[in-house]
Nanobody, 114 residues
Framework: QVQLVESGGGLVQAGGSLILSCAVS????????LGWYRQAPGKQRELVAA???????NYAESVKGRFTISRDNAKNTLYLQMSSLKPEDTAVYYC????????WGQGTQVTVSS
């Protein structure tokens, strides 16, 4: 059974940095696409960043230049490095992997204070 467990969220001041981690059960080498979504209160879940098996990355316009997605296949872990954080980045962040279905983690809260 596929399981994803996020960690690394928390409270940070505007301009600060955080690194989110997502531990994936099994070898992520076999997974085509991994990524992060976020959902702010009252808003729809939105794609933040994705990385495919070849290492190609895709970012939301709002986070380009500030966030970096990476994967460590040896550790079966996905990361999201977030810097220059803004209050509008406040949301619950979910990692996912795409197989036939999309599998989700439980989410981790990121709160950016102004």
């Amino acid at each position: 059974q596929v399981q994803l467990v996020e960690s690394g969220g928390g409270l940070v001041q505007a301009g600060g940095s955080l690194i989110l981690s997502c531990a994936v059960s099994g070898s992520i080498l076999s997974y085509n696409e991994l990524g992060w979504y976020r959902q702010a209160p009252g808003k729809q879940r939105e794609l933040v960043a994705a990385i495919d098996i070849g290492g190609s990355r895709n970012y939301a316009e709002s986070v380009k230049g500030r966030f970096t997605i990476s994967r460590d296949n040896a550790k079966n872990t996905l990361y999201l490095q977030m810097s220059s954080l803004k209050p509008e980045d406040t949301a619950v962040y979910y990692c996912y992997l795409q197989l036939v279905y999309k599998y989700w983690g439980q989410g981790t809260q990121v709160t950016v204070s102004s």
